[in-house]
């Protein structure tokens, strides 16, 4: 079973970058596939990227095609997420997650999940 820790939230203006980091112990980190979900205030959490265990698969969410890159390095036990090019409608808690199966990840419904770390967008 693995552990999530995210880090790299903040507090920034629309059209900043940030990268968040999760950072995995535990074993079978290499087996699971990760994801990083979202929830803002009042809304429901959504799945905003997702990874393969190999790293050479990748989802998203329309609304962050092109903007968010999601990446993984199996040695570090580490998975990271990209955001650029944020606005305000991305402030939410982010959430890293993690399953065996593809389909629970995709499926929002991942096994493991960290505690989340802040992302604050201001116009």
């Known amino acids: 079973q693995v552990q999530l820790v995210e880090t790299g939230g903040g507090s920034v203006q629309a059209g900043a970058s940030l990268r968040l980091s999760c950072v995995a112990s535990g074993s079978e980190f290499s087996d699971h596939n990760l994801a990083w979900f979202r929830q803002a205030p009042g809304k429901e959490r959504e799945l905003v990227a997702a990874i393969d265990w190999s790293g050479t698969g990748t989802h998203y969410h329309h609304s962050v095609t092109g903007r968010f890159f999601i990446s993984r390095d199996n040695p570090s036990q580490t998975a990271y997420l990209r955001l650029n090019s944020l606005i305000p409608e991305d402030t939410a808690v982010y959430y890293c997650?993690?399953?065996?199966?593809?389909?629970?990840?995709?499926?929002?419904?991942?096994?493991?999940w960290g505690q989340g770390t802040q992302v604050t967008v201001s116009s």
């Open positions: 997650a993690a399953a065996l199966n593809w389909g629970r990840v995709v499926g929002g419904h991942p096994r493991v």
